[in-house]
């Protein structure tokens, strides 16, 4: 299935869905690509968050053409690519053009999956962190994000670990001071880390890498953070 043939079958699914085509990518020579089309926002005190529906192919046999939710927190760029498992698969078939309306069908459930994530960005922007939990909930954090074992204690940590936990700390820190002392703020500082401080092709990273799997999790972890 062709770079010409998605972007068609891309420009055909936008003209049925509505959704305006934006932006798009490649990855390992072309082995990997990806698209965007713009969704919904949502406002979050002084956060605007971009809603987009990306679509992911690849050449290399490693995925199947198919479409998730992801977001760009406008006031620092921040981005979180918020499903990659539970994307809807289409199989590469000679037939494909003639599942366009099950494609658009597949959109129309991504956008719901969307407006759910938006609720638990605004409830985790509602959900404060209090002193006596911060040291523990950013150990927890530290930990998954950068895969530290629980016996590991910060004297075993490598230099490179504690570089590592240090730029992260410090956009942690800035990120809380914008977004205020909740799970809101702890999750803009991962997505902070994660988008301008690491090596490597951050969309990259969060599409089809270690660490997208990773802030995925602690998503999840700090939604259901204060239960």
Known sequence: YQNSQLIELMDRVTTLTGLELKKGGSFKDGARVFVQMKSDNMTLGTDRIEGFVTGINSFD??????FGPSNVTISCMNTFFAAYRGLTKVRHTKSMEI????????????LEQEKEIFKKIKRMSETPVFTNDYDQLIDMVQRKLFNIRKEESIEDFSTVTKNRIQTFTNDLKGEIAQKGMNSWGVFSGITKYTTHSMNGNSTENKIFGTYGDRERVLFNELVAFGD
């Open 99 to 110: 599942r366009i309306d099950q494609i658009c069908r597949d959109i129309d459930s991504v």
């Open 61 to 66: 046999g490693s995925t199947s053409l198919g």
